[in-house]
């Protein structure tokens, strides 16, 4: 199966802040790569899809890049809205998907 | 307007099979290129998938659990139905269904909100 590792596991950060969350798949996926935001208690919702393109409705602050096995998430100027949980998950196999463990993000 | 609503027991007993459904509108499953998937996260952990199913009955299951896993759809009641067999503590969590859209590089682009499931005697 092919795995997806996160980076940072935490993050604290001021609004204003750009940020950036990284996301290595053990294997090459393309750009069969998503990423999603989960506030506390609710469910994940989509960000951006197939590594850099921008779910319609979420703000252009947010933006995704890479290909192959090195991807980024990228918020230019952080909200109070945006603090939250990310995920990446992979969808390159389509036998099996695999989400990331994880970016928490924090206001410092 | 996709909206996908997850029901099934909020408690069961270790052993036992869990059933859940997801009841969806806003989109059929009998149009190329779409699925729904079901994906958990046990509390304070991260998400993990489960399985999903496509248009054409297509399924996919999570290596670890498939040999407890089964999805199967009910196209003309908009339902995909998953059953988890021999259900243990681990498997506490809330459960969610998703939409899947191979248009949007397969990713789950409408979540149900989501349901607890507790396991335990």
């Known amino acids: 199966d092919i795995q997806m590792t996160q980076s940072p596991s935490s993050l604290s950060a001021s609004v204003g802040d750009r940020v950036t969350i990284s996301c290595r798949a053990s294997q090459s996926i393309g750009s069969y790569l998503s990423w999603y935001q989960q506030e506390p208690g609710k469910a994940p919702k989509l960000l951006i899809y197939?590594?850099?393109n921008l779910q319609s409705g979420v703000p252009s602050r947010f933006s995704g890049s890479g290909s192959g096995t090195d991807f980024t998430l990228t918020i230019s100027s952080l909200q109070v809205e945006d603090f939250a949980t990310y995920y990446c998950?992979?969808?390159?196999?389509?036998?099996?998907?695999?989400f990331g463990q994880g970016t928490k993000l924090e206001i410092k | 307007q996709i909206t996908l609503k997850e029901s099934g027991p909020t408690l069961v007993k270790p052993t036992q099979t869990l059933t859940l459904t997801c009841t969806f509108s806003?989109?059929?499953?009998?149009?190329?290129?779409?699925?729904v998937g079901w994906i958990r996260q046990p509390p304070g952990k991260a998400l993990d998938w489960l399985a999903h199913?496509?248009?054409?009955?297509?399924?996919y299951y999570s290596s670890s659990l498939k040999t407890r896993l089964t999805i199967t759809k009910d196209t003309s009641k908009n339902q995909v139905v998953l059953t988890m067999a021999d259900m243990h503590p681990e498997d506490t969590g809330t459960y969610y269904c998703a939409h899947l859209n191979s248009r949007a590089s397969y990713s789950f682009q409408h979540w149900g909100q989501g349901t607890l499931v507790t396991v335990s005697s």
């Open positions: 806003g989109f059929s499953l009998s149009t190329g290129g779409v699925g």
């Open positions: 197939g590594a850099s």
């Open positions: 998950q992979q969808s390159a196999s389509s036998l099996t998907y695999t």
């Open positions: 199913i496509y248009w054409n009955d297509a399924k």
